[in-house]
Each structure stands twice: as structure tokens, then as C-alpha cells.
């Protein structure tokens, strides 16, 4: 295989962010990495009814895959499954694809981030497996956050470092964090938090309720801040799928 040794790269943990058709025969697959990051292949062949990669490339299942080239788009060699899960269904399926979009979305390629890979593959597996997700997606998008530059400062207050009071309730304000809210403030601050779910946050402890729907409210607001107005697909398929 002519240039196959040129960057080679095998046995690679990856999923399958998305896959469009390519020429007459092929494949364009972005891929998400453990040690490479986020990378574009070329799966030359892979719409051919006996081509080996056939049935395999697919979103949210664990894979090794190897691929060799330089530049912005490499060819991808091999593909094996390592565990397969179940596949994504329904609301799960589509929450999949939220995480997909944010990778894409967000993510600069080539640009290695393991501690990302694993929040992705844990919200992954849970989701396959029908087990509670918000735990694990609030946690895929806090680390995305982290991985990106954009860690959160949750335990302290913005105007002069001071604790965050678990009894006062806070508004976060971007670059910069929570802001204690006055009595009448309160009342009229949409996107308000409880210093309580700011701590448990920062400490990864959403064993109440509440602490679980104020993070998705603040990750919500965050994400919104960061996609600097590009919309999400599946979000927008999701309030269309309520509205039914």
C-alpha cells in the first residue's frame, strides 16, 4: 500500500461522530480519538457491498480504528469493533447526537483530549444501555467545557473571591462566575442559581434533583454562549418531538 507508513496510526479507541458518502465507493468519517483527537478519514471502498468497513463504521460503538497519511484528511486502514453496546434508541438516540453535534461543533481537530474521550464514552455506554443519563451528559459537558478553556469557577464568588454561600442564590455571569443575587434582584433573574447546586456542582455531586435541573439550566446557558449562535440539529428535532 503505497504511503502506508507515512503518519500510520493503529489500534486507536474512536467513535464515529458522523459519516457521509464520498465519491462513488467511500466514506468522509469524522472521528473522535482517544489519543489524536478529532480527525476526518477517508474509508476508501466502505459503501462496497463485501468492503470489510461496511456495517461497521457507526456511531456510539467502541472502536479500534488504525489509518495512515498526513495532512487534513487521512485514509483510514482498519476498523474493529472492541465491545460492541447496544444501539441508541429514541431519546437516547437523539441525545447521542447532541453530544455528536457539540464534538463537532466545538471541538478543534487533532487536538488530544483523553479525560474528554472517556466522559463521552461513559455518557455513551449509559445511554446504550438505558441506564440514567443526565449524571453522565452533565459530565461530558462540564469536562467539554474544561477541555476547552472554558473551566467553570463554581466554589467562589466572582466580585471578591469569598465562598459561595449555599444559602443565597447566584447569577453566572460568563468569564467570570457566580454573582450574589439582592432580595429584589432575585426575584427577577431568570437564570438564577442556588449557591447549594454551585457547590455540589463543582464537586460532581448531583445525587438531589435539583442539582441535576439547575446544571442542566447553567450548561444550557453556557453551551448556547460558546456555539456563538450555530444551532443544533438535534436539539431543534427534540423540541420538535415534544411539541407532538
Same mark, same amino acid.
Given at each position: 500500500? =503505497?504511503?502506508?507508513?507515512?503518519?500510520?496510526?493503529?489500534?486507536? $479507541?474512536?467513535?464515529?461522530?458522523?459519516?457521509?458518502?464520498?465519491?462513488?465507493?467511500?466514506?468522509?468519517?469524522?472521528?473522535?480519538?482517544?489519543?489524536?483527537?478529532?480527525?476526518? &478519514?477517508?474509508? !476508501?471502498?466502505?459503501?462496497?457491498?463485501?468492503?470489510?468497513?461496511?456495517? @461497521?463504521?457507526?456511531?456510539?460503538? $467502541? *472502536?479500534? @480504528?488504525?489509518?495512515?497519511?498526513?495532512?487534513?484528511?487521512?485514509?483510514?486502514?482498519?476498523?474493529?469493533?472492541?465491545?460492541?453496546? $447496544?444501539?441508541?434508541?429514541? !431519546?437516547?438516540?437523539?441525545?447521542?447526537?447532541?453530544?455528536?453535534?457539540?464534538?463537532?461543533?466545538? +471541538?478543534?481537530? #487533532?487536538?488530544?483530549?483523553?479525560?474528554?474521550?472517556?466522559?463521552?464514552?461513559?455518557?455513551?455506554?449509559?445511554?446504550?444501555?438505558? %441506564?440514567?443519563?443526565?449524571?453522565?451528559? !452533565?459530565?461530558?459537558?462540564?469536562?467539554? @467545557?474544561? #477541555?476547552?478553556?472554558?473551566? &467553570?469557577? @463554581?466554589?467562589?464568588?466572582? /466580585? /471578591?473571591?469569598?465562598?459561595?454561600?449555599?444559602?443565597?442564590?447566584?447569577?453566572?455571569?460568563?468569564?467570570?462566575?457566580?454573582?450574589? &443575587?439582592?432580595?429584589?434582584?432575585?426575584?427577577?433573574?431568570? %437564570?438564577?442559581? =442556588?449557591?447549594?447546586?454551585?457547590?455540589?456542582?463543582?464537586?460532581? /455531586?448531583? =445525587?438531589?434533583?435539583?442539582?441535576?435541573?439547575?446544571?442542566?439550566? *447553567?450548561?444550557?446557558?453556557?453551551? !448556547?454562549?460558546?456555539?456563538?449562535?450555530? +444551532?443544533?440539529? =438535534?436539539?431543534?428535532?427534540?423540541?420538535?418531538?415534544? %411539541? +407532538?
Amino acid at each position: 500500500m =503505497s504511503g502506508a507508513g507515512k503518519g500510520r496510526v493503529d489500534g486507536q $479507541p474512536a467513535y464515529v461522530l458522523h459519516a457521509y458518502p464520498f465519491k462513488e465507493t467511500s466514506l468522509i468519517v469524522e472521528a473522535f480519538s482517544r489519543d489524536h483527537g478529532r480527525l476526518s &478519514l477517508v474509508a !476508501r471502498g466502505a459503501r462496497r457491498p463485501r468492503s470489510a468497513l461496511r456495517g @461497521l463504521l457507526m456511531a456510539f460503538q $467502541p *472502536l479500534e @480504528l488504525g489509518w495512515f497519511g498526513q495532512g487534513e484528511m487521512r485514509t483510514l486502514a482498519k476498523a474493529e469493533w472492541i465491545g460492541g453496546q $447496544p444501539l441508541l434508541q429514541a !431519546r437516547a438516540l437523539l441525545l447521542g447526537y447532541y453530544m455528536n453535534e457539540l464534538l463537532l461543533k466545538l +471541538l478543534p481537530r #487533532e487536538d488530544a483530549h483523553p479525560s474528554l474521550f472517556q466522559a463521552y464514552a461513559e455518557a455513551s455506554r449509559a445511554l446504550a444501555l438505558g %441506564e440514567p443519563s443526565q449524571v453522565s451528559l !452533565r459530565r461530558f459537558e462540564k469536562t467539554l @467545557l474544561k #477541555e476547552l478553556g472554558y473551566g &467553570l469557577t @463554581l466554589d467562589r464568588e466572582a /466580585d /471578591d473571591g469569598q465562598p459561595v454561600d449555599p444559602q443565597k442564590r447566584y447569577a453566572y455571569v460568563l468569564e467570570r462566575g457566580p454573582v450574589r &443575587l439582592g432580595a429584589k434582584a432575585e426575584a427577577a433573574e431568570a %437564570e438564577s442559581f =442556588s449557591g447549594q447546586a454551585l457547590l455540589a456542582i463543582a464537586r460532581d /455531586d448531583y =445525587s438531589e434533583a435539583e442539582t441535576l435541573a439547575q446544571c442542566r439550566q *447553567l450548561m444550557r446557558m453556557l453551551i !448556547r454562549h460558546y456555539l456563538g449562535g450555530q +444551532l443544533l440539529s =438535534s436539539r431543534r428535532v427534540f423540541m420538535e418531538l415534544q %411539541e +407532538l
